[in-house]
């Protein structure tokens, strides 16, 4: 059976935590562009040019 990422867990590791990380920031960056009020929350495509 082939080790799970190749053996290279500590590689893996990083990168799991990388995604974690860069996640709960989006979530806090949203949190402060609601708190921030209407309209600073764009990040929908937009329609128009």
Known sequence: MTPRNAGKEDIAAFFEKV????????????????????????????QGG
């Open 19 to 46: 995604m974690a990380e860069d996640s709960a920031r989006a979530h806090q960056c949203h949190e402060f562009l609601r708190q921030l009020g209407p309209g600073t929350d764009n990040t929908a495509p937009q």
